[in-house]
């Protein structure tokens, strides 16, 4: 029987952060991955300020700004159809004044290598979780295959899911899950980026579609917007039809779309926007998008599962330390991160019903007006430009941000 302190269920941003800070402190820690590496694409890509600030207190800064990124200093702000604001990132308070672009692989990569310096925390890569372990009414542990095809069990004080939007500990442990829906799903391609192409992070609107680029360096990462549901009848219409669509939407991809040319090189992400009500069970806690799957609307998915993670470490280190781990600390970690998930979610379904709803319906060029009149809010936030402070310490930095436990503090030469 195989033993540890702290089970973490999965190796996503919310699992090794947990993984490598918990470590830090000295915990016993093993985190289960199903997947055998980190290289998997149409992940979220961006770290924002608040997640730099943490890398700079894990000593990690240095070696992250080391990596090749791209960095975003304005953000696009949707306020009503057709209309967004672009916030100078440079009002945020503090070192970070923009958002970091880098594949997802090696941002975990980085978390990855800091774990393994830490005599305490093991990292098991291709082993899937495909349940829990109960005794006496509690988690005490979860069963899974390896990349083998064996079957093991691993005990432990606390198991932590951290196994994202599907997760699997969530549905074996019967939470309930409380779904909010979502107007889109997107569809995630690449193009060939040459130099002189617009640089960071791009949207095209147009009459029923969104597009969203991510500049890669010699590629885009590109999300097309479609309606949720409308994957299968829009693939039926053809792949030409789909390079149609792009080349009137962004003109300046009319010459390279031709490079999409199979239904296999765009894949569909189903956007979900759910919330479990409680997010514990004796011995379990989920956390990140196991607990509040998050719209890619603003990107701050990545932010938010990191964030929960340095909480949730900083309220377990100590208990777990000690061997006695008590329901109410699982309890605090929710109370921590409710309102900072409650009042992000509740924005990006304000943006789902007044931003991508209408011009997914259509609705954007209807009497040949186009772009609608800016919003009062619009107008109000161009007329005193300090204001815009407000949406972009929300987006970069996230209400409640937190910081590295002094237990897991580095400098960076260490
Ligand atoms: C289309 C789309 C685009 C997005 N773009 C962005 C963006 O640009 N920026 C941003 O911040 N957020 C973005 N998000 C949201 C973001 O991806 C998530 O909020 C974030 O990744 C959540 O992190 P997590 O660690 O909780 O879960 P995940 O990142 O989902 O990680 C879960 C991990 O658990 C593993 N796993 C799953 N099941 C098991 C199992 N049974 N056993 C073991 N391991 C398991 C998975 O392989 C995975 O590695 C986007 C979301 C969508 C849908």
Redesign the pocket.
């Known amino acids: 029987m195989q033993r540890t302190d702290c089970c973490v269920?999965?190796?996503?941003?919310?699992?090794?952060m947990l993984g490598l800070v918990l470590a830090r402190a000295g915990v016993p820690v093993t985190v289960?991955?199903?997947?055998d590496d980190?290289l998997?694409d149409?992940?979220?890509?961006?770290v924002?300020a608040s997640t730099l600030k943490l890398l700079d207190e894990l000593g990690l800064g240095e070696r992250f700004a080391a990596m090749p990124h791209r960095v975003l200093q304005r953000l696009h702000v949707p306020l009503t159809v057709g209309t967004s604001l672009v916030v100078d990132l440079g009002l945020l308070p503090g070192p970070h004044k923009h958002i970091a672009m880098v594949p997802?692989w090696d941002l975990l990569d980085l978390l990855a290598d800091a774990g393994r310096r830490e005599p305490s925390f093991t990292l098991r890569m291709g082993?899937?979780?495909?349940g829990l372990l109960r005794e006496h009414g509690r988690v005490v542990g979860v069963r899974?295959r390896d990349a083998n095809g064996r079957d093991g069990e691993l005990r432990a004080a606390v198991t932590v899911a951290?196994?994202?939007?599907?997760?699997?500990?969530r549905s074996a442990s019967g939470l309930r899950v409380r779904e909010f829906g979502a107007p889109l799903d997107?569809w995630?391609f690449r193009l060939p980026r040459r130099e002189v192409d617009v640089q960071g992070f791009n949207l095209w609107e147009g009459d029923g579609a969104r597009l969203v680029g991510?500049d890669r360096g010699s590629y885009f990462q590109l999300?097309f917007q479609i309606r949720k549901g409308s994957d299968a009848r829009l693939r039926a219409e053809g792949i030409e039809a789909f390079q149609r669509r792009i080349a009137a939407l962004a003109p300046e991809f009319a010459d390279r779309i031709g490079a999409v040319d199979s239904w296999d090189d765009v894949k569909l992400?189903?956007?979900?926007l759910d919330r479990m009500p409680r997010w514990f069970d004796p011995g379990l806690l989920c956390?990140?998008?196991?607990a509040h799957?998050?719209?890619?609307i603003a990107?701050?998915?990545?932010?938010?599962?990191i964030q929960?993670a340095v909480a949730t470490a900083r309220y377990l280190a100590a208990p777990l330390r000690r061997g006695d781990v008590r329901l109410g600390d699982l309890v605090r970690v929710q109370v921590r991160r409710w309102a900072p998930t409650c009042v992000t979610q509740s924005l990006q379904q304000l943006v789902h019903r007044h931003v991508i709803q209408p011009v997914l319906a259509g609705e954007l060029g209807q009497g040949g007006s186009g772009p609608r009149r800016p919003s009062r809010l619009a107008r109000l936030l161009r007329r005193y430009p300090r204001l815009q402070a407000i949406p972009a310490y929300v987006v970069a930095i996230g209400l409640l941000p937190e910081h590295a436990p002094s237990f897991a503090r580095r400098s960076s030469s260490s």
């Open positions: 269920v999965g190796g996503g941003p919310a699992g090794m289960l991955e199903k997947h980190f998997r149409f992940r979220g890509d961006t924002h997802q082993v899937e979780v495909t899974y951290c196994d994202g939007r599907t997760s699997a500990v997107i995630w991510i999300g992400l189903t956007v979900r956390i990140g998008d196991a799957a998050m719209s890619p990107g701050v998915g990545i932010n938010l599962a929960d």
